[in-house]
């Protein structure tokens, strides 16, 4: 979907930070943070799809939790249609979670076992004043139908279905309450190959349909290229690079991502024995991330700056957070 | 660590305090006193109030308990009121005989019930699993005063074969083996309930561990059967068993009163029955201090244990 | 080459309460000496057990029922649990895909290296520690001095399946299974693994079944492919043809599903409808047949079987559609058969 510069943006993150104290000792004393998100801003608009991506612990799933605010931020801002999210009661936010929902990785540990799915579906409408018994109920049904389950489906329990059928009805609970954005958290990493498809084209189609905006965390790049408009690339909680699908995967700026895209196993043998830039070492602790750029440590092109300087987001439309992009070392 | 242990110690201290103040009071609660309890009944009532002037029995609970702290301090334990013999002395004589007598019975249990439940786990679902099983849910569930008496019936009093109670036969050598021919009986008393408790614990540990995946590792490796069960799963089910056994060793002090009547045990649990029924609250304060120090040394120890058995446990 | 395994038609069955339950069924594939086959495919489709069967590693209610698996000359369908010692962690080892749990937490990384060597190569104590240091070195753990020492919980989760893959390659095993060894790990890291693999299976002539249901770590690796589902193989062939050439109906499905990186960028993914079949539930025809595009009558019925057909390399499917490639493919061998002799 094509930004136009006039649109405003749905939702807006500034500055975001959230990080985790570390106590220790009997009288839990803080010695340190975890520096799960950090310094991230970025802005959504309508009707598109950003996938958030990097590897564990680079701060995306706490990124996607604290824009329906499940995590509280430590500093910075998320507004979402004018609305500073940490700053609203908790009565406007319950009013606010209607457009703001999140689909979980595993969706069997987040429906009750114990709540039929016709129930569990209605719930929210009902909690929300919404909808009365029997309003509720046909809305099930119509939802059950658009995530393409059969209404015979109501009354079973949540352990009867499998995990595709699971995640059809997690994205039908948020679909309940006709949201604006949707937070998917791994919608299908924990799905098996033949059935991430179904799942990943029932999300598409329903953008297109309902008219929503995504913010698509995954670790796998295929979904994710798949499914997005645009999308970040963080490390140990920073975004690296931010832009269009198609930017980041032909012309990635940042040596991360780079080597991120050069890490995936290509599915054509005949392509195995390309160069392949691999990066020695682990991701450092988000505990105690690196000085200056956090990707410095297993950067093959840092330099002394690198150690010292963090660098900052530029650029337009297609943004960086590099001393010295590809582009600049390459060209 | 041991900075760690130095801070828990200190911690110890505001609880000994609490412990001893709770104690005082609840014991000043019950009715009677020390001195109903020693004159005859024919005593005038000056006579009484001299003697409870005497022992100090007329001042308010809290001067008293100030009175016996202070005492503390000096290391002095008191009288007893009941035969006037220093308490230190006293709980030096029957500490031996309870140590003795809990501490067999804990090794004894122990031995039996961990290589029972490794054998439990090993082959869960089998007959020898489900008998043990039975004899656990037996140990557990059997009132120690019900099997000592059955037991003191079946092999005292009919097959002979064991005294029916103290630690020494009466003018005998008081030689080792005659006291652990009198250690018999209580031991397999007290030794079915620890083996009894302890065996579903391991086997319950030991089913976790067996199921976890370095298990297979390790016979992936080719080791056979023996070293996989007792090197690389018995020290990773090692934490509920200490945990266990932290429970079980303040039992080494308190935990046989009702075995220790039973067989006329001349131990703490003894002489805290008498305590209690002669109301000798000098005595009585000084088994609840040393009990309570022994459950904050037993946690204490626990919890240096957990992080031997376990390297990812570590305190600092 | 030498043919180092040739798995023939096996069965494995579980016993359960309902009673027993097939979860592998005429599993057939071969490996020479130094090769790599990949048994892909979805949860539940029998590659894992399929491994854990030629190692004697199924739970107590596990075992292979019918089939053999011959490794040199050996069939250890029928090897008892002492012959078997010998060869795990010997002759076969095996890696697994949780390097998080796979290593004991309580035993340091030494103990845990130096127990296999001192019990199949018979080194002394100081010699294993010694020859654990150079494996631990050639798998890339930086200070393997200090690292030896140390407990799992300090290492980082790549750092432990090195550990894990020296200890596997540690006796000169001629087979190394390797479980989904990458799916855990960050893609990164898992970049890292599989070069090392790459790195060590040229220096040791290591033949390698590796399991996987990533087709890219397929196209990485293998020499040859076995493609699963829902407990039997259903196409295998060599990697390229593979590839160019699919021709099962699932592994065409599976290939035209997978999201990848290189895909275009309006390709609309084709899914598989439906899911897998429960094992207690098996189709009685061809288990793809409520999910497959091309289904037929005899389909419902009838069991295909895994039969070859003319290809540039050895190729067979589990599928009706080829059955008149399959029929021909025979009667020629037949021809040639006659002809020499």
Redesign the interface.
Known sequence: MPLSEQEKPLLQVKNLKKYYPIKKGVISRTVGYVKAVDDVSFDIYPGETVGLVGESGCGKSTTGRSLVRLEDPTAGQVIFQGKDLAKISNKEMRKLRTELQIIFQDPYSSLNPRKRIGDLLAEPLIAHKLATRSEADKKVNEILEIVGLSKQYKNRYPHEFSGGQRQRIGIARALMLHPKLIICDEPVSALDVSIQAQVLNLLKDLQKELKLTYVFIAHGLGAVKYISDRICVMYLGRVMEFATTKEIFEHPLHPYTEILLNAYPIPNPHMRDRKQIVVEGDVPSPANPPKGCVFHTRCPFAKDICKEKIPTLTGKGHTVACHFPLESVNV | MLQYIF?RIL?AIPVLFGVTILNFFIINLAPGNPVDMMVNPSATPEQLAMQKHALGLDQPVWSQYLHWLVQLFHGNLGFSYSTREPVTQILASHIGPTVLLMGVSLIVGYLIAIPLGIVCARKQNSWIDYLVTGFSFFGISVPHFFLGLGVIYVFASKLLLFPTGSMNTLGGDGSLMDTINHLVLPVAVLATGIAGNMVRYVRSSMLDVLG?????????????QF?ITN??AL??SLIPIITVIGIDIPMLIGGAIVTEQVFQWPGLGLLTIQSITSRDYSTLMAINLLAAVTVLVANLLTDILYAV????IRY? | MGELLKVDKIKTQFQTEKGPVTSVDEVSFDLKEGETICLVGESGCGKSVTSLSIMHLLDRNGSVTEGSILFEGKDLAKATEADMRKIRGNNISMIFQEPMTSLNPVLTIGDQLTEGIRLHMKYSKTEARKYAIDMLKKVGIPRAEGIIEEYPHKLSGGMRQRVMIAMALSCRPKLLIADEPTTALDVTIQAQILNLMKKLREESNTAIILITHDLGVVAEMADKVAVMYAGQVVEETDVYTLFDNPKHPYTLGLMKSIPHITNPDDMRLDSIPGSVPSVHNMPKGCRFYDRCPHAMKRCLEEKPLLKPIEDKQSHSIRCFLYEKEEQDYENKKLAEKEVSS
Request: avoid cysteine; aromatic fraction near 4%; glycine fraction near 4%.
């Open positions: 801070r911690i976890k995946d370095y298990l297979r590792t390790a016979k992936a490796k080719g080791l056979s070293i090197k690389h020290r990773n058995a376990d390297p990812r600092d």
